[in-house]
Every structure is written in C-alpha cells, then in structure tokens.
C-alpha cells in the first residue's frame, strides 16, 4: 500500500463519568499505514496508537456498534457522532439584512436581522454562514468588511442574491442596508427528526 487510509470506522462508548462526549459516544478509525502497518484513532482526534492487523474490527462488529449507537440516538433524539442529522436536514434559503457602517479603513459590519423584520441582532450574534457570505473578517471586538467602501457598492450593486436599499449619512455617518440572500447549510435538525432518522436507518440494516 502506497499511501496511508482508513480501513473503517466503529462507534463506542467509554462509559467514563468524566467524559464531555455527549453520551460517552466516540468515533474509532482504524488506519493501514504503509509497510503494512495499523493504527487505531481512537477519538478521531489523531493520535493514533500501533495496533495488531488481527486489531481491526470485522464487519460483523461495526454493525453491531452502530446498530447499538442508531438505537441510543433513536431515543435520546440526539446524534453527537453526526451520523444521521445530515440526512434529515436540507440547505435552505435565507433573507438577511444587514447593516453595514463606512469608517476610517475598512466597512464594518454592524448588525443583522432575519428576513429584514423583527429585532436587530448585533453582529457577533450573526450566523457563521452569514458572515462568511459577506468575507466578513474580525477586527478587534467586531467584524469588517475586507475591501473599501467602494468595492462593497459596487460588488453588492453587481450581485443579483444582493439588494441595496438604502445609503444613507447619519449624524455624520454613512450607513448602508442591504439585504442578502444566502443559503444556511445545514441547519440544526429537530429531535423528532432526529429519532425518526435513526428508526429508518436500524429498519435497513
């Protein structure tokens, strides 16, 4: 074997009352190495510990332990090793607008609110999705635009999922809205969805 790869992975709990794993629940991968040699990844987290190749789970095992894990799932409604929760949640579309103040370097992002009703959120409570939509870089305690203000004009004004709506000087500052439409990637599926996820996945094996 030229090149390093994971043979397979297994689910286990470690049962320790000091652990933080939601549930005591882990992911094993077990690895082959050039020269014929093995690993096991315990947590997955890349420390990997020298293992007998008679060390790799069989088949037979890995269901087994995801047949164990599916049913914790199943009733706890939770998914900590994030086996399930992608296929009951979809990308969706979202509307935000946000509000954007020109300053002494760069544009700095100021607050947002979804579908451009309801309360302002200040810009460190705005999803990841958003601010990486908008290459939102921190500075300081808050978030900036990475260009000027000119750049941000023109590139909003030429982005069909943007619209400008108002440019506004307040006080003796220059403000900009604009709303954006920006897809959430995957958003937090619900425990029910959840459960019922993990029963059709056990119905299949």
Not at 27 to 52: K, N, Q, R
């Amino acid at each position: 074997m030229e090149s390093e790869e994971i043979l397979v992975q297994k689910p286990w709990q470690c049962h320790e009352n000091d652990c933080n794993a939601d549930g005591t629940w882990h992911m094993a991968s077990y690895w082959c190495h050039p020269g014929g040699e093995f690993s096991v990844d315990l947590f997955t987290d890349g420390d990997h510990e020298d293992i007998e190749g008679g060390g790799i789970p069989s088949w037979e095992d890995v269901e087994e332990a995801e047949q164990e894990y599916f049913r914790w799932v199943a009733k706890a409604g939770r998914d900590p090793l994030h086996q399930v929760s992608r296929c009951c949640s979809r990308p969706r579309e979202r509307v935000w607008q946000v509000q954007i103040r020109n300053m002494i370097g760069r544009p700095r992002i100021m607050r947002g609110r979804l579908n451009g009703r309801g309360e302002w959120v200040g810009v460190n409570s705005l999803p990841g999705y958003v601010l990486e939509y908008l290459e939102a870089q921190q500075e300081g305690f808050g978030w900036a635009y990475p260009r000027t203000w000119e750049d941000l004009r023109e590139e909003a004004g030429a982005n069909p999922d943007v619209k400008v709506q108002t440019i506004r000087g307040i006080a003796g500052q220059i403000w900009m809205k604009l709303l954006i439409r920006v897809t959430e990637p995957y958003p937090q599926p619900t425990p029910s969805a959840i459960r019922q996820e993990a029963r059709r996945v056990l119905k299949q094996k």
